[in-house]
């Protein structure tokens, strides 16, 4: 069991890693922390600390209380859901048009809205996807550091470790966090470094191979995805237009590009459940023909699978394509997260909706319309599923037609 001195020593070296790392705070740059649940107080503190120490002369923080919206779908007036918080949207908004870091603290309870009228939970998700749209153009572009982390809290702690005493869940999930988040060694930064250099090294043979299109086979997968020309295959960090170097998502395990928006055929089953608020989507197959949609069944949460597509005109396309090696960390823990940052990380997957504009050559300064022509997709969705497995295996098309193998049972193959 971990002692109370050595907890404090891991929570310090995740807000280390978390400033040092995936913020890679500038001297001079602010600090916006936005969703921090209540229960990370002591993790932001430690943060703050962190930012001050690497130079921010300011560190602004929104607190969030989940059971707010929970108590606002139940008692609001059933006409009110199109009302919006516009000064938050604008505050957001200017921080990323400043250059602040931007840290996101995604930990949600998923069964906190189950039973809650699923169109209004897909009415409060359109109307946040619309009014959030200007923010998360600019951070898809990497217009400044942006990262995503998680801490325990009550609800996420029991779905994902339900068969533990209920006093032992936090030490549990705290624990899965700072390994999973590789924070628990002697010098975290230093593996940090080792492991991204281990991803850069991937992602640099993939761009090298220039690969026209990726052939997926796995038990319910037959799945041709075609890449554009010019296609920038990520992963290990970013950099942003201010030319500072960081990691959008802690933990990762990724490497991702962009697919072309036209050119995805066949069939893929997930190998894990969407969780969204309120709603877990499973069992589920898409049929692609010239990369649209045209067919989605799923053995729960269909109708809301639907929802989803019917979004807008992109959400039917696909806008990422990620590879994770099921030796992943998160992958051989055996758990479950219902947290996408978590559960992406354990299998290779695809994002239904908005491309990166970043995993294409020169797509941070191309236009909407430019973006388009390249096979870009666009969309108010980003919604990452897994479909990788254990028995997935993926080749590389050339322009030629000729393959080779990318992936075999899951893992790497080069």
Not at 195 to 215: I, S, W
Not at 241 to 252: E, K
Request: hydrophobic share 45%.
């Amino acid at each position: 069991m971990t002692t109370p001195a050595e907890f404090d020593r891991l929570l310090d070296q995740y807000a280390e890693v978390t400033v040092r790392v995936g913020l890679n705070i500038q001297p001079g740059q602010r600090l916006w922390v936005i969703g921090a649940p209540l229960e990370a107080v002591a993790f932001v503190r430690r943060v703050t600390t962190h930012a001050y120490r690497a130079g921010a002369p300011l560190v602004n923080v929104l607190w969030n209380d989940p059971l707010l919206g929970l108590i606002r779908l139940q008692e609001a007036p059933r006409d009110s859901f199109d009302e919006f918080a516009d000064w938050l949207v604008a505050a957001d908004l200017a921080a990323v048009q400043r250059g602040d870091a931007v840290l996101s603290i995604h930990a949600a309870d998923p069964d906190l809205l189950v039973g809650q009228d699923p169109t209004l939970l897909a009415q409060i998700r359109q109307i946040g996807a619309e009014k959030w749209k200007a923010t998360q153009v600019l951070l898809s572009k990497n217009a400044t550091t942006w990262l995503v982390v998680s801490v325990p809290i009550p609800g996420w702690n029991a779905k994902v470790f339900p068969k533990l005493p209920a006093e032992a869940r936090e030490a549990a999930m705290w624990e899965a966090i700072f390994r999973m988040s590789r924070v628990d060694g002697a010098d975290p930064v230093a593996d940090w470094k080792a492991h991204g250099d281990n991803l850069n090294a991937r992602r640099d043979t993939l761009n090298a191979k220039r690969y026209a299109a990726l052939h997926y086979t796995a038990p319910g997968t037959d799945l041709t995805i075609g890449l554009p020309d010019g296609h920038r295959w990520q992963g290990g960090g970013a950099v942003d237009s201010h030319g500072i170097a960081f990691v959008p998502n802690i933990p990762t395990e990724e490497v991702f590009t962009m697919p072309h928006k036209d050119r995805v055929n066949g069939v893929l089953t997930n190998s894990r459940p969407i969780s969204i608020p309120g709603v877990l989507i499973d069992g589920f197959t898409l049929t692609f023909e010239n990369g649209l949609i045209v067919k989605a069944t799923a053995q729960s949460g269909e109708a809301d699978l639907e929802r989803l597509l019917d979004m807008d005109a992109g959400a039917r396309r696909i806008g990422e394509v990620a590879l994770v090696p099921n030796s992943s960390p998160i992958a051989q823990s055996g758990e479950l997260f219902y947290n996408g940052l978590y559960d992406e990380n354990a299998a290779c997957h695809i994002a239904l909706g908005n491309a990166y504009p970043f995993t294409i050559d020169g797509g941070e300064t191309l236009t909407p319309d430019e973006l388009a022509a390249a096979g870009a997709n666009s969309s108010m969705l980003h919604l990452d599923f897994m479909i990788g497995s254990a028995h997935m295996n993926i080749d590389g098309i050339r322009a030629d037609g000729s393959t080779e193998p990318v992936m075999r049972a899951g893992e790497w193959a080069f």
